[in-house]
């Protein structure tokens, strides 16, 4: 599987961006996507995924209310819509897939596959 996002850019404090993942290759019903994130000089932290076959979201605690992440299962495509950007979302952000069950942002599974990131740049 080849996961390629696009979507990043410059925006104000307030706006919105609206990040895509688009995967080559077959996805199951058992896996899980998602959106990571690294801010310069920390560590890629999880940000948001997305149950593949039944919708089941989650998020980081920060981003709760302001991102919203979906799927377009017809197209293997993902999604992160996100608004009221803060300068503290800056960061490239990276799509990615688990499979058979796995859980995305657990400390004990790591993902798959991993897409090129996106940068997202938020000015104040």
């Known amino acids: 599987v080849q996961l390629q996002a696009c979507g990043g850019g410059l925006v104000q404090a307030g706006g919105s961006l609206r990040l895509s993942c688009a995967a080559s290759?077959?996805?199951?019903?058992?896996?899980?996507m998602g959106w990571f994130r690294q801010a310069p000089g920390k560590e890629r932290k999880f940000v948001a995924s997305?149950?593949?076959?039944?919708?089941?979201?989650n998020y980081l605690d920060s981003v709760k209310g302001r991102f919203t992440i979906s799927r377009d299962s017809a197209k293997n495509t993902l999604f992160l819509q996100m608004n009221s950007l803060k300068p503290e979302d800056t960061a490239v952000y990276s799509c990615?897939?688990?499979?058979?069950?796995?859980?995305?942002?657990?400390?004990?599974?790591?993902?798959?596959?991993w897409g090129q990131g996106t940068e997202v740049t938020v000015s104040s």
């Open positions: 990615a897939l688990i499979r058979d069950g796995g859980v995305l942002g657990s400390r004990t599974a790591s993902p798959n596959y």
């Open positions: 290759g077959s996805i199951f019903s058992r896996d899980a």
């Open positions: 997305i149950n593949w076959r039944n919708g089941w979201t």
